[in-house]
């Protein structure tokens, strides 16, 4: 089966990835069920995650200069030990805690999807985790990027339209040339008011099983696939 | 075999690409044979290259504003191609010759001495080629890079320290975490101010049979090598 004609253009696919590409919830709760088995790691996924927007909102107000999403993601970690339980946590075991973010693993379908994809398509982040963070993960889980691009290479975070723009310029390509994939709504947005084309990815279990998200259709993307591989499915490959 | 003990400390290889991995010479001149057998594809070849280092000058002292090397490849390539017979090209054969940048071959041990070493290293471009050249070029050609790294993401072009010290920093590695490999001394040299280690890779035909290149070996580098294999014996991968 071929893509449908109206996506005939398309020549590269940039993956959002945390929420995305990689289980971050469930991630998070089995690391610490192993380090620290007494804390909630439900709870604890969800508050670190919570503090993701609103340290990004940080940055594009102009209240701390460009901070990449590993010393985002250290500020709110040493925000949330304490309450937590875990304030006794020494330097060593905040890093390698934080580091978790590069330790996600992908979900079930992504590693086999992506690989389908690649064979049509050029295939690249864009996420606002930074390129580090990005290369250890994709390394350590087999996601076979041909590129690794993320807000650090732009300096703006999604969804600044300098991002999706980025995209499309380091292709050399129309923005229309160039789809977004996606399980956040807000991000799908930002990119089609750039003129790229949208893959809404189902990921009901995103914030795990007792937080069931939303993921029915909603219009104005161009698909809605229920996994990566629905979405190669859905392109021909 | 092990690595050598004091270059134990090393995680990311960051590799020049243009003439140390892929046989810039070689393929433009067989692209030429193919397209315009007319023209002396040797010299063509030597014509084009010799005019990258100016170009980037051009870059570097302000006389142009930060250009890629696409543009700077089209701006040679406007230049040589009247006294070589070929003032007639129109826009789409330009557009198409100068995309040879992004079509070059590997050296035959390219592809096999970096699969080698990924299983051990972290692999990453670090090259004035643009993103979208680097990775159309990889995905052609099949080279395994964890993520591309270049000039356009620190928006200096080698020997500014900012691109070397700017790998270090993508992985929050100390310098001398990072070493780099290449067929040219005036970029080793750059790196190793910069606290990099160091491997020269032999690549005595990067000018072609007719122009062999002096590869003895010179004092400085952590490593000299005829090919990526012989890097990767010397790394034990």
């Not at 995305?20 to 709870?43: C, F, K, N």
């Not at 996924?45 to 102009?62: D, E, F, H, K, L």
């Not at 996994?227 to 021909?236: K, T």
Request: with cysteine.
């Amino acid at each position: 089966m071929a893509a449908p004609a109206d996506l005939a253009g398309v020549q590269v696919l940039a993956f959002d990835i945390f929420g995305t590409v990689v289980d971050w919830h469930g991630s998070i709760v089995r690391e610490l069920q192993e380090l620290y088995p007494e804390v909630d790691g439900d709870a604890f996924a969800r508050a670190w995650r919570a503090g993701y927007q609103p340290a990004m909102a940080r940055v594009r107000s102009g209240e701390l200069g460009w901070t990449r999403i590993d010393e985002l993601h250290r500020l709110i970690l040493d925000q949330i030990l304490p309450p937590f339980g875990l304030a006794h946590l020494d330097e060593a075991a905040r890093r390698h805690l934080n580091r978790v973010w590069h330790r996600l693993d992908p979900w079930p379908d992504s590693v086999a999807g992506l690989t389908r994809l690649k064979a049509r398509y050029t295939l690249c982040t864009l996420s606002n985790g930074n390129l580090g963070l990005l290369t250890n993960m994709a390394k350590r889980a087999g996601l076979p990027w041909d590129c690794v691009l993320s807000a650090e290479v732009f300096r703006a975070y999604k969804p600044d339209p300098a991002t999706y723009l980025g995209v499309a310029n380091v292709f050399d390509l129309a923005p229309a040339q160039v789809m977004l994939v996606a399980a956040h709504h807000d991000d799908l947005a930002g990119a089609r008011a750039c003129g790229l084309r949208t893959a809404y990815i189902e990921r009901p279990l995103e914030f795990g099983a007792g937080h069931p998200k939303e993921v029915a259709p909603r219009p104005g993307n161009d698909l809605h696939c229920a996994s990566l591989l629905a979405l190669a499915d859905r392109l021909g490959c």
